[in-house]
């Protein structure tokens, strides 16, 4: 079964500042996709960024980036410009596509807080 | 679109009484899945259906807990006889078979005391 694993429970960075959190999973296949939710206070979670593994490029949106090592299986996200509604929980999410499985897991997750 | 709508926010019970939860998924998605996030154990995915139809219920914890989808715009997930472990929030996703974005609702909180 694959596994999500973030070692960061917790992670801060001063407004405007850049932060990177960490994600690594374990899978055997070749073909997946990986994505980051965003979990504020408010507790819905909401879709920050995806990467589908076929793809080199890393995706981009807006102020958020990733870093993706395949080989590594390291899916790491950036996120640039820091603002105050970026605190929240964040989670790595992986889902295969074989078995025409509609299955995300999820990382424990990493709490981001942002000092004025 | 009002996305996923989930009910209630919050529901506070006594152990051994019955629970249920709603989830009206997005008009249109065709999948629609049931997660319990807890402290301890984070996000778990407890089932999923597709086109109404239960496709992996192996996340369900026991008999105690059961899911429903009877249309394409309704799903509930009763817990009966609720226990304090079973506290935690339940959220609800949809999705468009094949487009890989879950939506996710609001969640519903539980405690059972």
């Known amino acids: 079964a694959q596994t999500v694993t973030q070692s960061q429970p917790e992670m801060s960075v001063q407004e405007a500042e850049t932060v990177t959190l960490s994600c690594t999973y374990d899978?055997?296949?070749?073909?997946?996709?990986l994505f980051w939710y965003k979990q504020p206070p408010s507790r819905q979670m909401i879709l920050v960024i995806r990467?589908?593994?076929?793809?080199?490029q890393n995706a981009t949106e807006n102020r958020f980036s990733v870093n993706f090592q395949k080989a590594a299986k390291s899916f790491s996200l950036k996120i640039s410009d820091s603002q105050l509604g970026d605190a929240a929980m964040y989670f790595c999410?992986?889902?295969?596509?074989?078995?025409?499985?509609?299955?995300?897991?999820f990382g424990k997750g990493t709490k981001l807080t942002v000092n004025p | 679109d009002a996305g996923v709508i989930q009910s209630p926010r919050h529901e506070v019970t006594e152990m051994g009484q019955e629970v249920t939860l709603r989830c009206k998924p997005i008009?249109?998605?065709?999948?629609l899945f049931w997660y319990r996030q807890t402290m301890m154990r984070g996000l778990e995915l407890l089932i999923y259906?597709?086109?109404?139809?239960?496709?992996?219920d192996s996340g369900m914890p026991e008999d105690r807990f059961s899911a429903k989808m009877p249309n394409a715009s309704f799903s509930t997930l009763k817990i009966q006889p609720s226990e304090p472990r079973d506290s935690a929030v339940y959220f609800c996703?949809?999705?468009?078979?094949?487009?890989?974005?879950?939506?996710f609702g609001a969640g519903s909180r539980l405690t059972v005391l």
């Open positions: 996703a949809s999705s468009l078979w094949g487009y890989n974005v879950l939506t």
């Open positions: 899978t055997s296949e070749s073909d997946y996709y």
């Open positions: 990467q589908e593994a076929y793809k080199q």
């Open positions: 999410a992986y889902r295969s596509t074989q078995g025409g499985s509609e299955k995300l897991v």
């Open positions: 008009s249109g998605h065709n999948s």
């Open positions: 259906f597709n086109n109404n139809v239960p496709i992996d």
